[in-house]
């Protein structure tokens, strides 16, 4: 009854906000603005510890929407998702909901560095999404668009620095007042949109850009330094024009991972999950590039596109003669079109058509919508505290691709994060952080904040120097305790799941440790799982105990030593280091970039370099031996 007077009282919030009466003179806790991936994941998480939220979004018809590819999770992408998910986020659930293709990326590798990743089915992906917020205690969802960051000044002997107090609407009603405000505006802000040598402003294919007045308030009222980016994305083909016997099929894994720490198993079965194709370009396909570049305007902006997700034109271009993969993926179980992966492009509509026609499965491929490209503006987020707030705004945070990263679980996990400290703020609560040792949230916010970024940011295994503790079978473990004791984003269902998990394996691990036996026997006793064999069969309940206590055995001398390091740096934190250290030649593994920091700022202790935007643990290591050894 009472899921009943909710999602009752959402509906009517939700009617009621498209038909424009009175909402708005509410007073809200936290406002969050933009319905994306950042944004949905801000509002829940802000409602969950508690805060009344507002979400308000251009269109509550694209809540959720997948922009460009219809899929969540891989290598480094998949940790997130994980990591979203046992801090009770949404992305994980509704991946779960809406997979049609499910695979563990990485399986030569170890374990630590395996990528769960689903192919989605775009409406159910939407639904999901947008049936959890409506449901949602605490939280109501308006549509319309913020045209101005409504702020004070604390304090007139510190100019520059502001409090954020509310927004208005572009409509001119009410201002909106709030404490906390999440900004989730994605590619929105100042967004152009590019195909051939038409450029129109928008921040997605039939969506307006962010009002002006939005742009103005960040960067003439709050000072805030801007960048320019870019992005794009490939043409939906019609699946019945593609010779698919001209395809490599590849299938899914034959059981279905979920990536919940929720759920035993995915809505789609393992049987109705579609498979995606493996095609690869030819040499008319660069011919066509190279014939059209004076016709497509947006390769020829200097703004950074995405380095490891890039156009069709850069990839010709860059890389002359070669032959690239294109991956054709479902966009979901009744769709007829396909998702050329690798095939974003921004040359006019009938050159696109061209191009396709010289990869031989795509001989006879008709478009429905043809690629594009954005370029946007994104805030330079070394202009954010760890907790995702402005440095020089209390109360505002910032998270997804306006903080210059790419990609929708990037955007997910910084989306939750906000949105924990929004709420926290909201709440009188102080702002927390994850760090880079705990998750990997902690290292995609802490590379953000410190480094900030030259180019679309996106999260890899390779990021985290402590990616054999931050697995994804351990998420759950190292997050939700944390996140339902201390932080408040977690449910008591999921903590208490998460609780009876960590006192199962405390228990099965001491029992095993009184027993010796030779490895092989181990073998047989635990059900001959082994790390190396490919998972693709369907795993029992105690195997996938025994799966995870072999994961954590394997591990575990390793992350030991990791932890080890740890305790030392913590304990050597007063350590001085010299005045005088050439740190430009250190013969020590350190970037060029951290060495030029520490030439500049010169660090008196140990614990003042740890603190250093763009340090590592690994780098602080380095150092730390570095001093010692040469007394
Ligand atoms: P979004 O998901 O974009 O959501 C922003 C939301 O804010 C929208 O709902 C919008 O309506 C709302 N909004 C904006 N301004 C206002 C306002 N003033 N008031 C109210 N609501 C507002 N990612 C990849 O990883 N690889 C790719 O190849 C890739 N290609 C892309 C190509 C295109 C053309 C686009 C548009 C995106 C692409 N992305 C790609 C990016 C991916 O879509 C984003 O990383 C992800 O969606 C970012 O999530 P977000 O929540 O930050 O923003």
């Not at 395996?114 to 089915?121: H, K, M, S, V």
Request: glycine share 8%; with cysteine.
């Amino acid at each position: 009854a009472q899921k009943l007077h909710l999602l009752r009282h959402n509906v009517l919030s939700f009617v009621s906000s498209r038909t424009g009466s009175d909402l708005t003179r509410r007073q809200y806790d936290v406002i969050v603005v933009g319905g994306g991936h950042a944004g949905t994941e801000a509002a829940a998480a802000a409602a969950r510890l508690g805060a009344e939220t507002l979400l308000i979004t251009q269109k509550i018809m694209t809540i959720g929407a997948l922009s460009c590819n219809p899929s969540l999770g891989g290598v480094g992408k998949g940790q997130l998702v994980r990591e979203v998910d046992a801090l009770d986020g949404l992305c994980g659930r509704a991946g779960d909901s809406a997979g049609v293709h499910f695979s563990i990326l990485n399986r030569s590798k170890g374990p630590a560095v395996w990528g769960p990743r689903a192919q989605l089915d775009r409406e159910r992906y939407r639904q999901f999404i947008q049936s959890e917020l409506l449901s949602t205690p605490r939280l109501t969802v308006l549509e319309g668009s913020v045209d101005e960051l409504l702020v004070s000044q604390p304090n007139p002997e510190e100019p520059g620095h502001h409090r954020v107090t509310g927004i208005r609407l572009v409509d001119g009603s009410h201002p909106i007042l709030s404490s906390s405000v999440v900004l989730t505006t994605g590619t929105f802000l100042s967004g152009s949109l590019f195909m051939g040598q038409t450029t129109s402003p928008g921040g997605r294919m039939g969506d307006a850009q962010s009002c002006a007045g939005l742009s103005y308030t960040l960067k003439e009222t709050l000072g805030l330094r801007v960048g320019r980016l870019r992005t794009g994305t490939p043409p939906r083909i019609v699946k019945e024009s593609v010779d698919l016997s001209l395809a490599q099929l590849q299938a899914p894994d034959k059981q279905p991972t979920p990536f919940s720490f929720l759920n035993t198993h995915t809505r789609c079965k393992p049987e109705e999950q579609l498979p995606c194709y493996l095609t690869h370009t030819t040499p008319g396909v660069e011919r066509v590039v190279r014939e059209s570049v004076h016709l497509n305007c947006h390769i020829q902006q200097d703004a950074k596109g995405p380095r490891y997700c890039p156009s069709i034109e850069s990839r010709v271009l860059r890389f002359p003669g070669r032959r690239h993969q294109v991956w054709l993926e479902p966009e979901g179980l009744t769709s007829d079109l396909l998702y050329p992966q690798g095939l974003s492009m921004t040359m006019p509509p009938e050159l696109q058509l061209r191009l396709l026609r010289e990869i031989p499965a795509l001989h006879r491929a008709e478009i429905r919508t043809p690629g594009y490209g954005v370029q946007y503006d994104f805030v330079c987020p070394t202009q954010l505290t760890p907790s995702l707030q402005v440095k020089s705004t209390q109360g505002l945070f910032l998270a997804g691709q306006i903080n210059g990263t790419t990609g929708y679980e990037e955007a997910a996990a910084q989306g939750l994060w906000a949105g924990v400290n929004a709420g926290r703020t909201a709440l009188s609560l102080p702002p927390m952080a994850l760090s880079r040792t705990q998750s990997y949230i902690g290292v995609l916010i802490d590379d953000l904040v410190g480094r900030g970024v030259t180019e679309p940011y996106r999260m890899f295994t390779s990021r985290a120097e402590f990616r054999t503790y931050l697995r994804p079978d351990n998420a759950d473990l190292r997050l939700t305790p944390r996140g339902f004791e201390e932080v408040g984003c977690v449910t008591l269902r999921r903590y208490k799941k998460a609780v009876s998990v960590r006192d199962g394996l405390q228990e099965a691990l001491m029992a095993l440790q009184s027993v010796a036996l030779s490895s092989t026997r181990w073998r047989e006793k635990l059900g001959n799982i082994s790390l190396s064999e490919n998972k693709s069969t369907t795993l029992n309940r105690k195997q996938c105990w025994t799966f995870r206590i072999e994961i954590y055995t394997v591990y575990r001398p390793h992350c030991e030593k990791q932890s080890r390091e740890m305790e030392r740096i913590r304990s050597e934190e007063s350590l001085s280091l010299p005045s005088d250290m050439d740190y430009l030649s250190l013969p020590v593994s350190l970037s060029q970039e951290v060495r030029e920091i520490l030439d500049r700022v010169r660090p008196n202790t140990l614990g003042a370099a740890t603190r250093l935007p763009g340090m590592t643990p690994a780098g602080i290591i380095h150092l730390l031996n570095y001093v010692l050894r040469t007394g």
